[in-house]
DNA sequence: TCCTTGACTCAGA
DNA sequence: CTCTGAGCCAAGG
């Protein structure tokens, strides 16, 4: 399922760099990477979110995965551990949840700096 | 080949 | 706030 080699180590690239106590969404990771060839643009737009979320479900366990949520600021419910283990490791690294399990966006959303997209030809939302 | 199933999101109800 | 359905793509049964 997951995307191509080329795409996942794109996202993985962004999950590495989210510093502690941050956190990015699926669709914020996606909207930084550029659509492969030959991907139609509206197409890609519909569909990269979740190409996010597969690639995380194979990503390897060197990288800060834990720091990846979904739009609404909760932790993204599948099968397994992970999703409690996720929500722990968080709170360790000092983020909190409020009674719905969710957390704060507005502070907590990490951006690359436009520099550090540039330097690895990644889009810039901003641009 | 057809159908189901996803670590998604957004707009409606 | 919660719950659906739609939109879209690729793998696997």
């Known amino acids: 399922?997951?995307?191509d080699?080329?795409?996942?180590?794109r996202v993985y690239q962004i999950v590495r760099a989210i510093p502690p106590g941050?956190?990015?969404t699926y669709g914020g990771i996606a909207a930084?990477?550029?659509?492969?060839r030959g991907t139609d643009w509206t197409g890609y737009v519909r569909v990269r979110a979740r190409w996010v979320g597969y690639s995380m479900a194979e990503c390897p366990d060197d990288l800060p995965w834990?720091?990846?949520?979904?739009?609404?600021?909760?932790?993204?419910?599948r099968p397994g551990l992970s999703a409690r283990l996720q929500r722990a490791v968080l709170r360790?690294?000092?983020v909190r949840f409020d009674r719905n399990g969710r957390l704060d966006l507005?502070?907590?959303?990490?951006r690359p700096s436009r520099r550090w997209?540039?330097?690895?030809?990644?889009?810039?939302?901003?641009?």
């Open 106 to 110: 507005d502070r907590l959303f990490w």
């Open 1 to 3: 399922m997951g995307r």
């Open 92 to 94: 360790e690294e000092g």
């Open 22 to 24: 941050r956190v990015m």
């Open 117 to 127: 997209l540039r330097a690895r030809g990644l889009l810039d939302p901003a641009a």
């Open 5 to 9: 080699r080329r795409y996942r180590e």
């Open 66 to 77: 834990h720091r990846v949520v979904n739009a609404q600021g909760r932790i993204s419910p």
């Open 32 to 36: 930084l990477i550029p659509p492969p």
